[in-house]
């Protein structure tokens, strides 16, 4: 029995290779930084105690328009507004986390937290419309990204490391899925 492939996910099939390297990046990435936010958290950048925060604000702004990009490339208006919609939100998010060097975890805390819970949460009502292949992984990503949210939301830790290193761990869980959902598309599809 043939597996049904919605069109929001159709870029996935065009080329798998290249989400599997952009995951695996992302992974990379968000681990790196994650370990050094808990082996470093009080590091200096820029001229100021910000720690990791001013690099995951890089990330999180390549991953944007990386993602727009995808948007871009897409062949279906799902794809594209899926894509587009998410590349945006990072390409903000990354932005005014770079720029927010200056500030306190206070004053980054609800930027952070509307984030990380939009994207959990967008996450999670995305699965209940479309079918996707293997949506465990992307239940988890999502589940992990609201209880980060929910930690910097009630201050646990209040530092700005622990922002950081949330943001890190989300930047790896979604590069996880990338690489899931492009293997698990590559192996139901029918070989031409």
């Not at 293997?134 to 990204?145: A, F, M, Q, Y």
């Not at 996880?176 to 598309?185: E, G, K, P, Q, Y």
Request: aromatic letters at 12%; glycine letters at 8%.
């Amino acid at each position: 029995m043939k597996s049904k492939i919605t069109s929001e996910l159709i870029q996935f099939t065009a080329n798998p290779r290249w989400y599997t390297i952009l995951g695996s990046a992302m992974i990379f990435l968000g681990v790196v930084i994650a370990a050094l936010s808990l082996s470093s958290p009080n590091v200096h950048m820029f001229g100021v105690y910000a720690s990791w925060f001013p690099v995951i604000g890089i990330v999180v702004l390549l991953v944007g328009v990386f993602r727009c990009i995808d948007g871009l490339a897409s062949e279906t208006a799902q794809g594209y507004l899926f894509n587009m919609q998410g590349g945006i939100l990072d390409i903000v998010v990354g932005f005014l986390v770079f720029f927010s060097n200056n500030a306190t975890a206070n004053n980054v805390n609800l930027l952070v937290v509307g984030y990380l819970l939009t994207q959990g949460i967008y996450r999670n009502v995305l699965l209940s419309f479309a079918e996707i292949p293997n949506p465990i992984s992307n239940r988890v990503t999502g589940l992990v990204s609201i209880i980060l949210g929910i930690m910097v939301w009630i201050n646990w830790p209040t530092s700005m490391w622990f922002i950081a290193f949330s943001l890190s761990v989300d930047i790896s869980f979604r590069g996880w899925v990338l690489i899931v959902m492009a293997s698990s598309l590559k192996t139901k599809l029918p070989n031409d």
